[in-house]
């Protein structure tokens, strides 16, 4: 079983920053990518961010300029450092974790999300 664990949501005023961490336990044998993903009331869920395991990015237009994805391979952990925030930033944010087994099975798994909030 994987298990995703994430933290750092909350309320803050538009402009401010926030930054949201993961971390991934359990019977992993490969991380191909680790990423966040939201979802706004009434809408579908988004990309927001995601990193390779060679380390590779790719951001939504939304949020480039304003939020940095980091990982540590060594703990399985990645975190969304995100600044400039705006009411429509205004989400459920999920963790993503791709994952590939020795068989080269792939797997995707997501956290519980934790609610980001920015005032105007």
């Known amino acids: 079983q994987v298990q995703l664990v994430e933290s750092g949501g909350g309320l803050v005023q538009a402009g401010g920053s926030l930054r949201l961490s993961c971390a991934a336990s359990?019977?992993?044998?490969?991380?191909?990518?680790m990423g966040w993903y939201r979802q706004a009331p009434g809408k579908q869920r988004e990309l927001v961010a995601t990193m390779s395991s060679g380390g590779s990015t790719n951001y939504a237009d939304s949020v480039k300029g304003r939020s940095t994805i980091s990982r540590d391979n060594a703990k399985n952990t990645a975190s969304l450092q995100m600044n400039s925030l705006k009411p429509e930033d205004t989400a459920v944010y999920y963790c993503?974790?791709?994952?590939?087994?020795?068989?080269?099975?792939?797997?995707?798994?997501w956290g519980q999300g934790t609610q980001v909030t920015v005032s105007s």
């Open positions: 993503n974790l791709w994952t590939a087994s020795a068989d080269s099975e792939e797997y995707d798994y």
């Open positions: 359990g019977s992993i044998f490969r991380i191909n990518a």
